[in-house]
């Protein structure tokens, strides 16, 4: 039997690599809403475990899971609703009033007495005052009106509804889930038991950003409240959702009201919110948040940016927002396999960055991480002691 090259297996692993991402994009109407459910799935799966724990039969507490989260999704939609029907109207009012602001201000720049009255200096104000016109109004013309808004809620409804079918069977299979893995495993086949650790890690790790997006959504909406700034409802919101997103969620929530704490408070309350912002993400996404999770999900920062970047190409925002837990698990499966662990081992931590948080909880380690990222912390303290 004739050996592949290295270099012919590198082409094959691209050529395959390449075959599965477009059939992600190809299939994202069908995946997304599978992978919604399983990572939904995984989050309400202790409270099945609470209510199963005090009597109530499997079937009825996946119910009355599936009416909390119905009833949760029903409050969260209605909030967003109604925040968005107060903030569009009055949109492009902001706007109009912002490029007049702004106009203003680059007139004053350009006719700086300093600088010298030129044919090209006259050019470079008219292009700078074309292109904001331009921007405003392409603004404006993307903005969506409020029935375009329940438009696109009422769009949702099939495929909410098809989610939670899928969560029915899923969270109705939990419970031989792991007897059916140690079958697989006695008739030969692969063993699957590793997907059940997996599942809690990714289960911890929704819990842990649930709670932290919430923290998040909460101290916006007030840093807002007492600076007076509109709709503060609406920014605590935005902060809470885009926070699922990894390191890039945070700066586009601070964005929107910043610029209109610009225009409607002033340049030094704009400053001041945006960097209440900056510390409110500095202190729950820096310390509060790496301390839960402690060395559980080693996966370096640069990683985390290109996932986000990477399954937002693929998927759209949905991608952006499940790009850590889609993350995890292909670390997972490539750890288990000897010609592509060192990819896995290329997507953890370096031993120096977990020295540096090294008094977070090592009880919360998961076995598969140990398997690459302890022992290079051992290899690394030995080093550093014979040094």
């Known amino acids: 039997m004739k050996i592949l090259t290295p270099g012919f297996r590198l082409i094959l692993a691209t050529a395959g690599l390449f075959v599965i991402i477009g059939g992600l994009r190809s299939a994202s109407s069908f995946l997304i809403p599978v992978v919604l459910a399983f990572f939904l799935t995984a989050l ?74 030129t044919d090209q200096l006259q050019e470079s104000k008219e292009n700078f005052l074309e292109m904001i016109r331009r921007l405003t109004h392409q603004f404006s013309y993307e903005l969506p009106t409020a029935n375009q808004v329940l438009d696109n809620i009422t769009s949702l ?47 911890r790790y929704l819990h842990i950003k649930t709670a932290v997006s919430l923290a998040t959504g909460l101290l916006a ?12 409802l609406l920014w605590g919101l935005l902060a809470f959702a885009l926070n699922y997103i990894p390191s890039i969620g945070s700066i586009i929530a601070a964005i929107p009201p910043c610029l209109l704490a610009l225009w409607q408070l002033g340049m030094v309350p704009a400053i ?24 559980r999900f080693g996966i370096s920062t640069l990683v985390v940016i290109l996932s986000a970047l990477f399954w937002g190409w693929v998927w759209g925002p949905i991608g952006m927002f499940v790009a850590i837990p889609l993350t995890m698990l292909i670390k997972v499966v490539l750890d288990k396999t000897e010609e592509f662990r060192w990819i896995s081992v290329a997507m953890g931590k370096s031993s120096a960055e977990v020295l540096n948080g090294e008094n977070w909880p090592e009880e919360e380690t998961s076995g598969f991480e140990k398997n690459d990222l302890d022992l290079r912390v051992e290899k690394t303290k030995t080093q550093g002691k014979a040094s």
């Open 44 to 117: 309400n799966m202790p409270f099945i475990g609470w209510l199963r724990q005090r009597g109530m039969h499997h079937l009825v507490a996946v119910l009355l899971t599936l009416l909390l989260n119905l009833s949760i999704l029903s409050v969260f939609v209605g909030l967003t609703v109604n925040a968005m029907m107060d903030f569009l109207p009055k949109a492009p009012f902001y706007v109009d009033e912002m490029q007049a602001d702004i106009e203003a201000w680059g007139n004053k720049v350009f006719e700086t007495p300093i600088l010298t009255k």
């Open 157 to 203: 409804t099939g495929t909410v509804f098809f989610i939670f079918i899928i969560m029915i069977f899923m969270m109705s299979e939990s419970l031989v889930m792991q007897t059916r893995f140690e079958d697989i495993s006695e008739s030969k086949g692969p063993d699957l038991a590793f997907l059940a650790q997996i599942s809690r890690d990714i289960q």
């Open 221 to 232: 909406s007030l840093l807002t409240w007492s600076f007076n700034l509109e709709f503060p």
């Open 272 to 295: 001041l919110i945006g960097t209440g912002y900056l510390c409110i993400n500095m202190s729950l996404g820096n310390f509060v948040e790496p301390m839960l999770l402690g060395r």
